[in-house]
């Protein structure tokens, strides 16, 4: 199956049927991705989480546990995504005052035949959700995103680099 343009679609076999990618002829190498969001609210909720003042505790403690934990589950919520064994997900979460954002950054890795993407994007999702629903008895207008892929590297593809700050030209090499 293929778009208009001709490019094939990897998820679908010749019938149109719904398949998972088949990865075993790859060969295993070092493989990682990053990626970035961000969620924007009203300033006093942002200093009610700075100011630790949430009545459900310590919104970026528990959103970044929720990004690890989100990463490592990404196969159960994003169908064809191959289980994989992550070496390592990093989920942090800072506070961006001048803009009343929290800004998200996951970095996952590991050693496989198939890239980490969707793992990484996963994670910083999860992470926005959870801030989000710490803080919704106090701002419902709270908006998530941009979310993005900001780096990938391993793999036949190379590497990946986010050509500017809102993700949407790239480079590879």
Do not use: W
Not at 23 to 40: D, E, H, L, Q, W
Not at 55 to 69: F, Y
């Amino acid at each position: 199956m293929s778009d208009k343009s001709g490019t094939e679609f990897t998820h679908f076999d010749a019938e149109g049927n719904a398949v998972m990618v088949d990865v075993s002829g790859k060969a295993s190498t070092a493989r990682t991705a990053t990626a970035a969001g961000r969620i924007t609210m009203q300033p006093e909720t942002l200093a009610q989480i700075r100011d630790g003042a949430v009545k459900k505790g310590d919104v970026l403690a528990v959103a970044q546990l929720a990004g690890i934990m989100a990463a490592k589950r990404t196969p159960d919520i994003i169908p064809l995504c191959h289980p994989l064994a992550l070496s390592s997900v990093k989920v942090f979460l800072s506070l961006n005052e001048a803009e009343n954002a929290v800004e998200i950054e996951a970095t996952c890795k590991l050693t496989g035949q198939t890239g980490v993407e969707m793992e990484a994007l996963t994670a910083v999702s999860a992470a926005a959700l959870t801030v989000y629903d710490m803080c919704k008895a106090v701002d419902r207008g709270m908006v998530i995103g941009p979310v993005r892929l900001t780096h990938k590297a391993g793999g036949k593809s190379g590497e990946f680099k986010s050509g500017d700050a809102q993700g949407t030209e790239g480079s590879s090499s």
